[in-house]
T-cell receptor, first 111, second 112 residues
Framework: AAGVIQSPRHLIKEKRETATLKCYPI?????VYWYQQGPGQDPQFLIS???????DKGSIPDRFSAQQFSDYHSELNMSSLELGDSALYFC??????????FGPGTRLTVL | GENVEQHPSTLSVQEGDSAVIKCTYS??????FPWYKQELGKRPQLIID?????GEKKDQRIAVTLNKTAKHFSLHITETQPEDSAVYFC???????????FGTGTRLQVFP
């Protein structure tokens, strides 16, 4: 069965640079969620989109923005990167209410 | 907002024994409670979930119980195997397209 696809899988950036993470949800899934997971931490909700509209916003820095496109894929844009932004970034998608399926994640390292 | 507490933070069991992980939530509007298993550096994988209209759900060696009155839910793994070793996260949500609020995780180690 098709799964959530994320790219890139690994990303290394310098401080103050920008990064763009991409997420391709499971076909027919209409909701996309972004989570950030620091080392040894639980995933923290950043932002979500339902039918291409922002549906909820969590602890996402103002330096980050995201959108969902007409083909339902989503992009998380991160600017003025800081050392503390180093983390695993997961995208999840859902169709049936409730059940969220996670992608393999993007490991972002900020040097 | 919702807060989910999870205990214990680490759990070591002998192969074949049972393991129990407990979570409590604060928001009585939460009605969906999934459990995820995460291996190091990998994605969280859904292993079982329960909705508030059900008190218990079982899938082979895994079961989840929910006590809405106490705002408490638990994961039970029987006949543990070394491949069950991972970090387990509970989560709570108000359902539909609502975000997941995760517990702090339990590192389960199953020794042969």
């Amino acid at each position: 069965a098709a799964g959530v696809i994320q790219s890139p899988r690994h990303l290394i950036k310098e401080k103050r640079e920008t990064a763009t993470l991409k997420c391709y949800p499971i076909p027919r899934h209409d909701t996309v969620y972004w989570y950030q997971q620091g080392p040894g931490q639980d995933p923290q909700f950043l932002i979500s989109f339902y039918e291409k509209m922002q549906s909820d916003k969590g602890s996402i820095p103002d330096r980050f923005s995201a959108q969902q496109f007409s083909d339902y894929h989503s992009e998380l844009n991160m600017s003025s990167l800081e050392l503390g932004d180093s983390a695993l970034y997961f995208c999840a998608s859902s169709f049936v209410p409730d059940t969220q399926y996670f992608g393999p994640g993007t490991r972002l390292t900020v040097l | 907002g919702e807060n989910v507490e999870q205990h214990p933070s680490t759990l070591s069991v002998q192969e074949g024994d049972s393991a129990v992980i407990k979570c409590t939530y604060s928001d009585s509007a939460s009605n969906y409670f999934p459990w995820y298993k995460q291996e190091l550096g990998k994605r969280p994988q859904l292993i079982i979930d329960i909705r508030s209209n059900v008190g218990e759900k079982k899938d082979q060696r895994i079961a989840v119980t929910l006590n809405k009155t106490a705002k408490h839910f638990s994961l039970h793994i029987t006949e543990t195997q070394p491949e069950d070793s991972a970090v387990y996260f509970c989560a709570a949500s108000k359902g539909n397209t609502d975000k997941l609020i995760f517990g702090t995780g339990t590192r389960l180690q199953v020794f042969p």
